[in-house]
């Protein structure tokens, strides 16, 4: 682990660590929890089916769930599990897709924060223990994760949710993910290109822009905010089925 790279050996892994693997040539990554015995939890969009952006991006973001052919079926993965997305179990190799294994990072400071330039490898906040964790993501394998949204509750939100409790009550376009913040951090950059007037020079420019791109990172990270409640897991489930994450977050937050 270091300033470079989270990248792990698979004999590092513990259960109820968060972990995740880039797809698309570095474009995004995917991200769940590791519950031990080669199996992981995850969140996921169903492929024809996925509440995206409804920008060109989702030409790009493909479904996350497994997929065999019938002549070479995975025997460790159940493939009626998650066939139609949500949140889903796989075998650690289904959930790589063939891609490097990462270790998401907790309690990290703001200077290594703001260091790792790109969004969803760490947060400030702290990870709750890990019996805590696993009893989060089973119980949500169950009963689910409300619906999948890119920028509000993707798969590194649910994988945040699991290791903090922690859910947004505010309405904001920008849910706990950090590489949805990443984006919103640097639409912002880009809003203040009015600094020219402040300084002319191409340097001043982008030092500017790096400058507001790594302030709205860290304000939007889950470990400062303060639109965030502690939300018990049995909370997202009444009586008569799930109950969307952030509506679930306004409700303790009132009570």
Partial sequence: MGLLSNKIDRDQLKPGDHIYSWRNI???????????????IHFTRAA???????????????????????????TSCDETS???GGVMSSCLECFL???????????VNPA????????GTCTLASSDPSEDVLYRAFFLLKNGFGSYCLFKNNCEDFAIYCKTGLLVFTS???????QAASIFSAASAIACSPARYLTTTVSGLSAFGAGIYCLHRLVCDIGIR??????????????VGLVEPEVAAETVKQE
């Fill in 26 to 40: 570095y474009l995004y990554a995917h991200h769940g929890i590791y519950v031990g015995e080669g199996k992981v």
């Fill in 48 to 74: 024809g089916r996925e509440i995206g952006t409804g920008t060109v991006l989702d030409r790009f973001i493909f479904s996350s769930s497994p997929s065999h052919s019938s002549e070479n079926p995975c």
């Fill in 82 to 84: 998650g066939r139609d």
């Fill in 97 to 107: 897709s063939g891609g490097d294994l990462y270790l998401f990072e907790y309690g």
């Fill in 112 to 119: 290594f924060f703001i260091a790792k330039a790109r969004g």
């Fill in 172 to 178: 904001l376009s920008v849910g706990r993910s950090g």
């Fill in 226 to 239: 303060r639109d965030v409640s502690k939300v018990p897991v049995e909370r997202l489930v009444d009586r």
